[in-house]
């Protein structure tokens, strides 16, 4: 089953790099750009017995910092969403 | 005097020898170096040190992967019995994604790897690394990261500055903040102030002969005090 886990940093934390795209894309000349947040999208395949539980605890332990990050599971089909 | 220490060697680190020479050079004992892949740690370590370096690549983030190796689970057990643990740069990142101290240390807020000697204020003056310094202290110091600028939420930062955890300042930020981190903070102590994590790098600052021209040999004393404090010498 193919399950997609996307990673955000938080809401309240800087994102450098995002700042730096951001400042890119205006000196490119695109205007009308607001913010640009960078996080990371971690595609795994997994058996069809893997639980929800399961796949939040490869987050908590390993996938994500829940210092710094958010995370998003997506299954095929559906969309579970945790904010650690 | 006995002084036994350790130095772990992850795939990707690059300053085990330089923490080991280091050790061995302010102790006189030599350094037990251990590989990643080990599950057990030596009996009756006084010290532990995690080197800098790239571990596994920094793939995911940077210390994730080497903080679920096989010999974290056997360091954090040590750590929990009350061992002194030393991280440096990536040691730092380590100990964050391992648990061990509060915080993630996030890419520098100028997005710039900075490689350079940095000016440190003494903050804490009574954990086993830093009980020879007075308070405000300045110490020049090696920075070398990309991933230094250090992050916790408002109340964990309360929490450590009440709780005197906060190791090191960077002070030298007439010009602006060295790489963003959250209050300055250079260096963290756990709880029990027996485990530190700091960015700056004691292990390229301790030869009196060589540092001049490099900048400073006040690394050594931060060996210094942990030997003083270990095992009394």
Not at chain 2, 84 to 96: D, E, I, R
Request: charged letters at 20%.
């Amino acid at each position: 089953m193919k399950t997609r886990i996307l990673i955000r940093l938080k809401s309240g934390v800087l994102d450098p790099q995002g700042r730096a795209v951001h400042h890119a894309l205006e000196a490119m000349g695109f205007a009308g750009v607001d913010d640009v947040r960078i996080g990371k999208l971690i595609e795994l395949d997994v058996s069809e017995s893997t639980t929800d539980k399961e796949l939040r605890a490869m987050c908590q332990q390993l996938l994500a910092n829940t210092v710094i990050e958010d995370f998003e599971i997506e299954r095929l089909g559906s969309v579970a969403s945790e904010n650690a | 005097m006995s002084f036994k220490a350790a130095v772990i060697t992850f795939p990707g680190s690059n300053c085990d020898r330089d923490m080991a020479v280091a050790i061995e050079a302010v102790s006189g004992e030599p350094v037990t170096r251990v590989w990643h892949r080990d599950s057990a740690l030596p009996a009756g370590l006084d010290l532990i040190a995690l080197p800098g370096g790239f571990s596994y690549g920094d793939y995911l983030r940077c210390g994730a992967m080497a903080a679920k190796s096989p010999i974290m689970r056997a360091l954090v057990a040590e750590a929990h019995k009350g061992v002194a643990v030393l991280g440096v740069c990536n040691g730092f990142q380590v100990l964050t994604e391992s648990g061990l101290l509060p915080g993630a240390l996030m890419r520098n807020q100028g997005q710039r790897f900075i490689c350079r000697t940095a000016t440190l204020a003494v903050a804490n003056t009574s954990s086993p690394f830093t009980h020879g310094f007075d308070k405000g202290e300045e110490l020049r110091i090696p920075v070398a990261h990309h991933d230094g600028n250090y992050f916790a939420d408002p109340a964990t930062l309360d929490a450590l500055e009440a709780e005197d955890r906060v190791a090191f300042r960077y002070a030298d930020t007439a010009h602006g903040s060295l790489n963003g981190s959250q209050r300055n903070i250079a260096g963290v102590l756990s709880a029990d102030g027996r485990v530190l994590g700091m960015m700056p790098h004691p292990e390229r600052a301790i030869d009196p002969v060589a540092h001049p021209a490099l900048g400073s040999d006040d690394g050594r004393r931060i060996f210094g005090n942990i030997l003083k404090a270990l095992v009394g010498a």
